[in-house]
T-cell receptor, first 109, second 113 residues
Framework: SQQGEEDPQALSIQEGENATMNCSYK?????LQWYRQNSGRGLVHLIL?????REKHSGRLRVTLDTSKKSSSLLITASRAADTASYFC?????????FGTGTSLTVIP | DVKVTQSSRYLVKRTGEKVFLECVQD?????MFWYRQDPGLGLRLIYF???????EKGDIPEGYSVSREKKERFSLILESASTNQTSMYLC????????????FGQGTRLTVV
């Protein structure tokens, strides 16, 4: 399987704190993407980082990529209760997408 | 507003039935994917298609087949449903250009009894 893994599996924080989740993957990639899934729904794209980039920002999101370690991290700053969801990394090689196992984030108001 | 639409949100089928899950996208995307999602296992790729009538096996194709007769429609078929196929099924589509985002349907929660 080419599936990646997120760490931690579950994370619970207070509103206003930062949340960091990590992703490790197995193969060479064109890019890595992060997705969010609200309970029982489909996934929604958050941010994409290309293999030649090391860091990318989008609003309260910051993504880093270390291709030598085959790992990425997603930082959500100043978290809100509405950020409660599962977060998945996805690696894109050619036309294929492989998703990780996900981190379940709970933000406590 | 771009859309990937799955035919059912919830489905209950009996063991041994033939089950069809339909997915339609309106974005003229070349690639379409079927995943299943189970607690603790994340999303696992069942099949994907990069063109009409073309298909490739993913990580867990056993017990499933697919059909793509038209560009906008990708069907997942459970030839003889079993209880271990009870799961959430997610369809996604992307452009045929590497590095583009995936758009997902709302998911079909299938229960096989």
């Amino acid at each position: 399987s080419q599936q990646g893994e997120e760490d931690p599996q579950a994370l619970s924080i207070q509103e206003g704190e930062n949340a960091t989740m990590n992703c490790s993957y197995k193969t060479s990639i064109n890019n890595l993407q992060w997705y969010r899934q609200n309970s029982g729904r489909g996934l929604v794209h958050l941010i994409l980082i290309r293999s030649n980039e090391r860091e990318k920002h989008s609003g309260r999101l910051r993504v880093t990529l270390d291709t030598s370690k085959k790992s990425s991290s997603l930082l959500i700053t100043a978290s809100r209760a509405a950020d409660t969801a599962s977060y998945f990394c996805a690696t894109n090689t050619g036309n294929q997408f492989y998703f990780g196992t996900g981190t379940s984030l709970t933000v406590i108001p | 507003d771009v859309k990937v639409t799955q035919s059912s949100r919830y489905l209950v089928k009996r063991t041994g039935e033939k089950v069809f899950l339909e997915c339609v996208q309106d974005m003229d995307h070349e690639n379409m994917f079927w995943y299943r999602q189970d607690p603790g296992l994340g999303l696992r790729l069942i099949y994907f298609s990069y063109d009409v009538k073309m298909k490739e096996k993913g990580d867990i194709p056993e017990g499933y087949s697919v059909s793509r007769e038209k560009k906008e429609r990708f069907s997942l078929i459970l030839e003889s449903a079993s209880t271990n196929q009870t799961s959430m099924y997610l369809c996604a589509s992307t452009k045929g250009v590497p590095g583009t985002e995936a758009f997902f349907g709302q998911g079909t929660r299938l229960t096989v009894v």
